[in-house]
């Protein structure tokens, strides 16, 4: 069974950068396509970020386009999401999540999940 670690997060001032990895155990990221989402205090969990299985591609929500970029290393079973220009709207509690599936879906078609990775962007 695949597992899923976050690291990475913590406390940034607007405009600064920060990188997250998410580590894959128990299986290959091969079979999976990998989604970062986030979860602000009072609010739903959004996609954030997804990189299929089948060609590596990469989708980026409106909100973070331009700002963040989603890649992975195979050999080290890791994908990782650069962020870059953080504003203080990004705080939140990030997860990275697997589906089997091809294509980026919403959180309901994840399979795995992690236990998430605090970033808060404040001055």
């Known amino acids: 069974q695949l597992q899923l670690v976050e690291s990475g997060g913590g406390l940034v001032q607007p405009g600064g950068s920060l990188r997250l990895s998410c580590t894959a155990s128990g299986s290959t990221l091969n079979y999976y396509t990998i989604s970062w989402f986030r979860q602000a205090p009072g609010k739903e969990r959004e996609g954030v970020a997804c990189i299929k299985r089948r060609d590596g591609s990469t989708i980026y929500a409106d909100s973070v386009k331009g700002r963040v970029t989603i890649s992975r290393d195979m050999a080290k079973n890791t994908v990782y999401l650069q962020m870059n220009s953080l504003k203080p709207e990004d705080t939140a509690v990030y997860y990275c999540?697997?589906?089997?599936?091809?294509?980026?879906?919403?959180?309901?078609?994840?399979?795995?999940w992690g236990k998430g990775t605090l970033v808060t962007v404040s001055s």
């Open positions: 999540a697997s589906e089997v599936g091809y294509y980026c879906s919403g959180p309901d078609a994840m399979d795995f």
